[in-house]
């Protein structure tokens, strides 16, 4: 009972945590999914200590600053496109996941390239 008189309105602070979990989860399925379909069967890879993958970190990153600053919609932030277009709602699980699966994608082939010779 004290906490629903603490919180206020529970149901929008448990909506707007929701909304920050996902938009970290969208850009992160887009990196995990394309790795798996690039490399479905590298297992190898999973015990080898020198192996660094950089691509997967740096899409993660870039798929969650650019989605949230130009496609949140919540209450505390709005980014600039729901700003100029209200009517678009909050599109950033579905940007972060595009925009982080698109970079992973380019950015794995382009180290495999340049560390294996292309012959990945």
């Known amino acids: 009972m004290i906490a629903l008189v603490a919180l206020g309105d529970?149901?929008?602070?448990?909506?707007?945590?929701?909304?920050?979990?996902?938009?970290w989860?969208?850009?992160w399925l887009g990196v995990v999914l394309t790795d798996q379909w690039l490399?479905?069967?590298?297992?190898?890879?999973?015990?080898?200590r020198t192996y660094r993958n950089h691509a997967g970190p740096i899409a993660l990153g870039v798929g969650v600053v650019v989605s949230v600053l130009l496609f949140a919609n919540q209450e505390l932030f709005t980014g600039l496109v729901p700003r100029l277009l209200p009517?678009?709602?909050?599109?950033?699980?579905l940007v972060g996941l595009v925009l982080s699966a698109g970079l992973y994608a380019l950015l794995v082939r382009r180290t495999?390239?340049?560390?294996?010779?292309?012959?990945?």
Do not use: K, M, Q, S
Not at 40 to 47: E, I, Q, S
């Open 10 to 23: 529970a149901a929008a602070g448990y909506e707007a945590f929701l909304l920050v979990v996902v938009y």
């Open 39 to 48: 490399r479905p069967t590298d297992l190898d890879l999973l015990y080898d």
């Open 87 to 93: 009517g678009i709602g909050d599109v950033t699980f």
């Open 25 to 27: 989860v969208g850009p």
């Open 112 to 120: 495999a390239v340049a560390t294996h010779g292309g012959t990945r």
